[in-house]
């Protein structure tokens, strides 16, 4: 489904240059459930922005779906995400001034579908994450976890090949984000592609590979225990 070359990412400010990723190659194939963990300012979110076409790599080949990217204009790039890729954010990242079902819809708007097709299709998506029940509420009149929900529906109602979730239940208590997860899995196991960044041990036991970010480099590991085992004696920085 996608693939890194060599890919690098450098930010330089007036003063400081930052080297996020360090030449990374990896391949991810459709149907897999990859979490991405790591100290915090060790480039995750930035690998997962690369993944989901919203940054460019500094240098190195990135493949999506067999195209190589990296040379594609915005506008191509623009149609690429909206047809392929859904995203979750820590921040929910909701529209405060739609409404639930606003929200959720935007998502389609782009589409040739009808008024009718697209609410069809955004109701049976909210009841799915059961939050059908608060479709015309604002999003500040609901809690964190129904906020993600919604925040989920938007991300699914295009039905994409693959979500990318950033730390997806860093903001939620453990019931809800334990709802959360359960949902993923669920997406994952009816065939949607998954990349998740988490710091969370136990959710990044629901995924098939861990891939750990540390000073641009990436290593991958079977568990987050073979994480521990491998970095026991060794300092984290990043930042
Ligand atoms: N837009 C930016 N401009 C300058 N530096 C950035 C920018 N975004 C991220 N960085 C730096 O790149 C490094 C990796 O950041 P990030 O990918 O957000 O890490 P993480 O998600 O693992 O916390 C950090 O040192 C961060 O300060
Ligand atoms: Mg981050």
Redesign the pocket.
């Known amino acids: 489904m996608l693939k890194f070359d060599k890919i690098s990412k450098v930010?330089r400010?007036e003063d400081i240059e930052?080297t996020?990723l360090n030449e990374i190659s990896l391949e991810i194939k459709e149907g897999e459930f990859v979490a991405i963990m790591?100290?915090?300012?060790?480039?995750?979110?930035?690998?997962l922005n690369i993944f989901g076409l919203l940054g460019n790599p500094s240098s190195g080949k990135y493949y999506f779906l067999d195209h190589e990217v990296s040379s594609y204009s915005e506008k191509q790039l623009a149609n690429i995400r909206k047809s392929n890729i859904g995203y979750i954010f820590q921040e929910f990242n909701l529209i405060d001034e739609l409404t639930v079902y606003e929200n959720v819809e935007l998502a389609l708007l782009y589409q040739n579908k009808s008024k009718n097709q697209r609410q069809e299709l955004v109701k049976k998506i909210l009841e799915d994450v059961g939050i059908l029940h608060r479709m015309n509420h604002y999003p500040k009149q609901l809690s964190g976890g129904q906020q993600q929900r919604v925040a989920i529906a938007r991300a699914l109602v295009a039905k994409p090949k693959l979500i990318l979730a950033d730390e997806p239940t860093g903001n939620l208590d453990s019931e809800m984000g334990q709802e959360v997860m359960d949902m993923l899995k669920a997406l994952n196991k009816s065939g949607t592609t998954l990349i998740m960044?988490t710091h969370s041990d136990y959710h990044a036991s629901y995924a098939n590979r861990i891939l750990y970010?540390l000073d641009g480099k990436m290593q991958e590991y079977g568990s987050q225990n073979e994480i521990v085992q491998a970095r026991k004696n060794e300092v984290e920085v990043?930042?």
Not at 38 to 47: A, F, L, T, V, W
């Open positions: 930010y400010t930052t996020a790591g100290p915090s300012g060790c480039g995750k979110s930035s690998i960044v970010l990043c930042s």
